[in-house]
């Protein structure tokens, strides 16, 4: 997830398109970049760039020297700007955005899925790319069409040209040094949005872009095409076909834009959540075969693993316990799921067939990392999934799968954790493939389920109503109880940690056969108790003990809130409250089950008045042991 911002008008373009990268900031911060289109742009041919590694502060500072060493370079009322969250191609400035090719400027959200594929074909062609970016195959291959072919030296046919060549999700934004006063934009699956100004036009991934100049806004479909100039603008699809937009007013101020208009970040990260799984599937399944994004072992070291240890912390470390179930089941290897904290003192059997799987969102936290250190001391090899790219604990491992669920700002985790959930399937897929555990289409049939996932969890953030009453109705409970079976019980764990983190309320995850061992003795009159059930489809016998497990509490007067299949006919009967969600294949109901638990957690903590995006005691990335 990136931040996007375009503008063409009568005012200095610099100054319009730096003050709205500032409030995109949230929106990704490895690196930022500049483009204009003026006067220097047409004198040289090439549009005038700045572009710089890290925060926006490192792109504004660059700026400062530029214009006190030549005042006039960046003069132009047509620009557009970037900030960064790092896909593909490490946060370096040679990788930051805007890429250029002969007379364009690109920036770009999103994946381009088949870039390698393009680049392939155009180094063919003899052209030389600067960076590791998938973004740069789109300003290559738009600049081939200007120079070559049918829409040679038409800028605008030029962009549909390359537009109809790309797969993937992603927002476009194009600009050429002898087209002053016009920006080709384009979206699939990520976000774009119109500013309609006085004699201006903006362009945003969000509104929070423009909200200060205008509150007339223009909504863009899938596969459509926006021209913009300072007179207004022409939506089209991608054969250049006019569409209409969907006009509509921002009623929202500044901060609320930037949290999509909720109060807090964690509820827009909860709704961002389909984007996130969808974003983290693309580009690897290639060829038929799943592709980590760096794969510093061969397939041969991958099939002389004979164990795999999963080591992370919270809720990175309930990813890895679902993530167990798969692995364990699809390679057949031995799986162990350790907190990262308790790993290294705990001296583990480890050695160069070991694969350490180390899962962090900020791929910085101490125990994680010095887990994984202690693993590569003892000649295990090390495969990260991370959601942060470049950082520590990736670049001291020998694989890496990163998720792409964009910048999370809430303390909790929500879309990081789901997003890691998925990733953890494609190391499984990835394991099996290479082992052959799984046949090709074995393993392209459980990524073809997993590719319909983002839907259904769509589906499930409907279930945010029904969530918000119950918190309201148990937001004074002194503790609630989780209970779970196979996959459900790491949601079990994550949904008391949520609770935990959020609301300050004891919560609990037990696996549901564990009652009869001792806690049941917990249960009293009225106590809440969730119970995540597995699929009626899947393994039945699981299903009827979680029935019998609710009966039994229910006898000792537990409040069952049960979250179950549509469909199911047991839960249905036997809850005090059903929550339904959509049917999944057994091993990805995670994806599923977790979202109302997110919610609920936020929804109690909002009922007792606290800070769901900031809960206290806690911090975003834990950097100390
Ligand atoms: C989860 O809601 C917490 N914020 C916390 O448990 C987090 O998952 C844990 O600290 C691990 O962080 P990491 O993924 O950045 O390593």
């Known amino acids: 997830m990136c931040g996007i911002v375009g503008y063409v008008g009568h005012r200095p373009a610099l100054g319009v398109v730096v003050e709205a990268l500032r409030r995109m900031e949230y929106r990704g911060y490895d690196s930022a970049g500049v483009a204009v289109v003026g006067p220097r742009a047409a004198q040289t041919g090439v549009v005038t760039v700045e572009k710089r590694a890290g925060k926006l502060a490192n792109l504004t500072g660059a700026l400062q020297v530029d214009i006190a060493a030549d005042p006039d370079r960046f003069a132009g009322t047509t620009g557009m700007g970037h900030t960064r969250w790092a896909t593909h191609g490490r946060p370096t400035d040679r990788n930051a955005h805007p890429h250029v090719a002969g007379g364009f400027a690109v920036v770009h959200n999103g994946i381009i899925e088949n870039y390698a594929a393009l680049r392939a074909e155009l180094e063919a062609y003899g052209v030389e790319f600067e960076s590791d970016t998938d973004t740069e195959v789109a300003v290559q291959l738009v600049q081939h069409h200007y120079v070559a072919g049918s829409t040679a030296g038409d800028f605008e046919a030029s962009a549909y040209a390359a537009l109809r060549r790309l797969d993937g999700a992603f927002t ?9 006063g016009t920006i080709v934009a384009a979206r699939r699956s990520t976000p774009l949005v119109v500013g309609v100004g006085d004699g201006e036009t903006f362009l945003g991934s969000d509104v929070a872009a423009f909200i200060e100049h205008t509150r007339d806004a223009v909504e863009l479909g899938q596969d459509q095409v926006v021209i913009i100039t300072a007179g207004g603008y022409l939506i089209t699809d991608f054969a250049g076909e006019p569409q209409p937009g969907t006009p509509f007013r921002i009623d929202w101020d500044l901060e609320a834009a930037e949290k999509g208009g909720h109060d807090y970040f964690m509820l827009k990260e909860i709704e961002e959540q389909p984007a996130a799984v969808e974003n983290t599937l693309l580009g690897h399944f290639e060829g038929g075969r799943i592709v980590l994004d760096e ?9 002389d693993v004979d164990k795999v240890f999963i080591v992370a912390c919270g809720s990175a470390y309930h990813s890895g316990l679902v993530a167990k179930y798969a692995i364990e089941h699809w390679t057949r290897l031995p799986c162990e799921v350790e907190l990262a904290s308790e790993f290294r003192y705990r001296d583990p059997v480890l050695g160069r067939s070991t694969l350490v799987v180390a899962i962090s969102q900020s791929g910085e936290t101490a125990d994680t990392l010095e887990a994984v250190r202690h693993a590569r001391e003892q000649k295990a090899r090390v495969l990260a999934v991370c959601n942060t790219n470049g950082a520590q604990i990736p670049r001291e491992s020998d694989a890496v799968l990163y998720t792409r669920a964009g910048p999370e700002i809430g303390v909790a985790s929500t879309k990081a954790f789901l997003a890691q959930v998925t990733a953890n399937y494609l190391v499984g897929l990835a394991l099996a493939q290479a082992r052959g555990t799984k046949y090709p289409d074995e393993v392209a049939r459980e990524y073809r389920d997993l590719e319909a ?30 209970l779970g079976r196979h996959v459900g019980y790491p949601v079990a764990l994550e949904g008391a940690l949520k609770l935990k983190e959020l609301a300050y309320m004891h919560a609990e995850g037990f696996a549901a056969g564990e009652l009869k061992h001792g806690p049941i003795a917990l249960i009293e009159d009225g106590l809440p108790v969730i119970v995540v059930m597995p699929s009626p489809r899947g393994r039945a016998v699981l299903h009827s003990k979680l029935v019998s497990n609710i009966r039994e509490i229910q006898a000792r007067g537990a409040r069952t809130i049960v979250i179950a299949e549509e469909g199911d006919e047991a839960a249905a009967t036997h809850a005090d409250n059903l929550i339904q969600i959509p049917a999944a294949p057994t091993l990805f109901q995670p994806l599923l089950a977790t979202v109302p638990l997110q919610i609920f957690a936020a929804e109690v903590a909002q009922a007792r008045g606290y800070d769901v995006d900031k809960p206290r005691n806690l911090a975003k990335s834990v950097t100390v042991e």
């Open 295 to 303: 794969q510093r072992l061969s397939d041969q070291d991958l099939r």
């Open 453 to 482: 996932m983002p839907a259904l969890v769509e589906k499930v953030l409907a279930t945010g109503p029904a969530m918000r009453d119950l918190a309201r109705e148990l937001a004074g409970a002194d503790t609630i109880l989780f």
């Open 172 to 180: 476009l934004l194009f600009v050429h040094a002898a087209h002053p």
